[in-house]
């Protein structure tokens, strides 16, 4: 079962927070809000954070210059997860990933399902590596942001957290690059 391992020492992560939204400002913006409120909370380090309308290729380039950025171990997207026309993150996300984290968007799912019952079948949260950064889209709802946070997120970005984190890979999500 998971735990907290409290012999090892907390490793803050920089994060950076991308709102997908054609109408949102930073006054208003409740579910990044609602990330950079929680990881702050945990310890981590919000480093950007900055509303990219909902096209696919501002989000992609915007993804891609946070993975370029040293500063940068994660980014969360919140908004344009959806079914509508305009929702187009996961296919932004997807221009981007280097590889997928499959399990992201079940485990998601899975923890949807015990707050919204079959609601959940409409969301298409999705998370993935490039360029050793992870990436993590999320649904565009207060409520989303915080159940991906306080059941996944703020447990797989904790290196404490076991029997294993993504922190702890972290050092390794790049070695491709820089095998010869």
Same mark, same amino acid.
């Given at each position: 079962?998971?735990?907290?391992?409290?012999?090892?020492? /907390?490793?803050?992560?920089?994060?950076?927070?991308?709102?997908v939204?054609?109408?949102?400002?930073?006054?208003?913006?409740?579910?990044?809000?609602?990330?950079?409120?929680?990881?702050?909370?945990?310890?981590? &380090?919000?480093?950007?954070?900055?509303?990219?309308?909902?096209?696919?290729?501002?989000?992609?380039?915007?993804?891609?210059?946070?993975?370029?950025?040293d500063?940068?171990?994660?980014?969360?997207?919140?908004? =344009?997860?959806?079914?509508?026309?305009?929702?187009?993150?996961?296919?932004?996300?997807?221009?981007?990933y280097? $590889?997928?984290?499959?399990? /992201?968007?079940?485990?998601?799912?899975?923890?949807?399902m015990?707050?919204?019952g079959?609601?959940?079948?409409?969301?298409?949260?999705?998370?993935?590596?490039? &360029? =050793?950064?992870y990436? /993590?889209?999320?649904?565009?709802?207060? =409520?989303?942001?915080?159940?991906?946070?306080?059941?996944?997120?703020?447990?797989?970005?904790?290196?404490?957290?076991?029997?294993?984190?993504?922190?702890?890979?972290?050092?390794?999500?790049?070695?491709?690059?820089r095998? $010869?």
């Open positions: 079962m998971s735990r907290i391992d409290e012999t090892k020492d /907390f490793i803050p992560v920089r994060i950076a927070v991308l709102t939204s054609d109408t949102r400002s930073l006054a208003d913006d409740k579910s990044g809000q609602t990330l950079v409120d929680r990881i702050e909370a945990a310890g981590h &380090q919000v480093v950007e954070r900055t509303i990219v309308p909902d096209e696919r290729d501002q989000i992609a380039h915007q993804l891609r210059v946070w993975c370029a950025d500063r940068i171990d994660v980014v969360i997207s919140t908004g =344009g997860t959806g079914l509508t026309g305009r929702d187009v993150t996961v296919e932004a996300h997807r221009d981007v280097e $590889k997928e984290i499959d399990a /992201f968007g079940t485990i998601f799912t899975i923890v949807s015990q707050k919204i079959t609601s959940a079948v409409q969301s298409r949260a999705t998370a993935g590596v490039a &360029q =050793g950064t990436l /993590f889209a999320l649904p565009g709802s207060p =409520g989303a942001c915080r159940d991906a946070w306080d059941e996944i997120l703020g447990r797989q970005l904790d290196f404490r957290h076991r029997p294993c984190n993504f922190v702890e890979i972290m050092p390794r999500l790049d070695e491709h690059l095998r $010869k």
